[in-house]
Each structure stands twice: as C-alpha cells, then as structure tokens.
C-alpha cells in the first residue's frame, strides 16, 4: 500500500470529510490519528484498521503542540498533517457579528495556520506534508457563508506560501472539494429531493462522497506527488454549470 507504515494526523476527523480522508489513509496503509474536540460517536475505521483519537482544540498552540508530540512519541514520526477542521453555519453578512465571523475565520484559517506550525519540525524530519481541505467557496462568491469562504480562500494563499517557504523539506498542497454528500448534507441541500437536484447541476452527475477527497489528500501525500507542491486540486465534479447557458436555452425554447 502507497502509505504503509506512514503516519498522518487529520484534523477534524470524526466524521464527514475528515472521516472519509481518515478511512483512506488507513486503506492506504497508514497509521492514522484523527482529532476533534470531542470524540466521535464509534471509532473510525475500515477493513478491520481503526484511527486513534484525541481530544484537541487546534486554535490553541500549546495543544497543538502537544498533540504532535504525543503522536512521535507514539508512533516516531509524522509524515502527514491534513488539516481538514472547519466549517460554518449559514449566517449572512449583515445578519452576524464581527465575533461571530472572526470565529468562522478562527476556525478555518488561523487553526490550520496553528497546527501546521506545530507539525512543522516533526514534518520536517520526515520530509513530509501537508494537505490543506479548502472549498470551491473559496474559488467564487460564497453568499451565507462569506467569511468561510474568504477564510479558505486565504487557506489556499497560505499553503502556496508555505510550500515555497518549507521547500524542500516539506510539501504542501490544497484539496479543493466542491459540494460533498455527508450525514450533514440535508442541512445545506434540504432532503433527499433537494440533493438530487443539486447533483444534477454538476457535471458529472452527483456529489463527491467523502471518499472522493480521501482519494485526493491520499495522491498529495504519496510519492506520487513527489514533484507536487503549492498545487490546488479541484475535486468538484466538473464544477458547476454557468448560469448563462441555462438562461440562454430557457429563452431559445420560449
């Protein structure tokens, strides 16, 4: 397997994306770490290999230091950190705080900042990576979620400048997922009718699954990406219709 024997933290873990990213680096052969701040519901696992957990806030450096370096001392190395935390909650602009934004901002952006810093040195001494999770919201205007999606696009100029800093030493490269099928899906696309409307709208017929982007950070942080670094991989099915096709039909027909 392309990771055997390798070790990665994901971030955010527990469920939806990061658990599908940590299924496939355990698939990978990896020994796999997932943190969150509180534990998931079952652990994380597949075909019999399970991820450890442990309980961190990220936004904290001083757990995120020791999260690394219990996670050496463990297993002696670090080879990849993917930091795919984050998230935010439906709000528009106006209809929030600075505080409340900040912490969208806080989470996405200065957490991954904070545990990439705290991976740094053991990263270094495996000649490893990082692999950050950004979003297509990050690519283009993001209404209800702005500050989430400045934040990742942020997230995106912050690998690439890290990638020339920590050549060559460690990699760093950017998964870019577009809309993703997880438990939590119904909360952005409604029911099951509204998400197979919305999958209808991607090129390639669907929403990516977790595993989709497992794939993607497991390609990034192989050494099949050898000669990859400061790199963004679009992971979106194509990405999404333009708008004005659609106009321009609707109006031919009438």
Aim: charged share 15%; aromatic share 4%.
């Amino acid at each position: 397997m392309e990771l055997n024997g390798r070790v990665a933290v994901v971030t955010g873990g527990t469920r939806g994306v990061g658990a599908g990213i940590a299924r496939a680096f355990l698939a990978a052969g990896a020994h796999v770490v997932v943190c969150a701040r509180r534990p998931p519901p079952e652990p994380v696992g597949t075909a019999g290999r399970y991820a450890a957990f442990h309980a961190v806030d990220l936004r904290e450096p001083d757990a995120a230091g020791r999260l690394f370096a219990d996670v050496v001392a463990t297993h002696g190395r670090l080879d990849t950190l993917v930091n795919n935390a984050g998230g935010t909650p439906y709000r528009p602009l106006a209809d929030g705080t600075t505080e409340q934004h900040a912490r969208v901002v806080g989470l996405n952006l200065l957490a991954p900042l904070t545990a990439s810093l705290a991976a740094y040195e053991h990263l270094r001494a495996a000649r490893g990576s990082v692999v950050m999770i950004g979003s297509v919201s990050g690519t283009r205007p993001s209404p209800g979620t702005t500050a989430y999606g400045a934040a990742k696009a942020g997230l995106a100029h912050l690998a690439r400048s890290m990638a020339v800093e920590w050549a060559p030493e460690v990699r760093v490269n950017t998964v870019v997922p577009g809309m993703v099928r997880t438990e939590l899906a119904h909360l952005h696309y409604g029911d099951d009718t509204g998400v197979a409307a919305v999958a209808r709208t991607v090129p390639l017929g669907r929403l990516a699954e977790p595993s989709d982007v497992g794939d993607a950070a497991v390609f990034l942080a192989s050494a099949r990406a050898a000669y990859i670094t400061g790199a963004s991989l679009l992971v979106h099915g194509g990405g999404e219709r333009p708008a004005f096709l659609d106009a321009a039909n609707a109006h031919q027909e009438v």
